[in-house]
């Protein structure tokens, strides 16, 4: 079973990140007080739920992502796979 925490950490590396910065950005969507109601359910399987939810989780994840890189690493080459 992989988490859906797990997943989106792999997706975000599967896009150029570093393992840590992939961390890094999980866990600020964890702590963000809009995730609330995920507190919960981060490690639950990501293939119990319709393939829509991965689609928005991973939305989530790539705002989470430019924003991380903005503040910490602005220039970093992986960037570009990050928006639209």
Known sequence: ????????????????????????????????PENETMKERWGDSWQDYPSAILSLAWLSAKEYALKWIDTNHPKAWYRPMFTE
């Open 1 to 32: 079973m992989e988490s859906l925490e797990t997943k989106l950490s792999k997706m975000l590396e599967e896009n150029g990140m570093f393992p840590n910065d992939a961390k890094a950005v999980v866990e600020a969507m964890k702590a963000a």
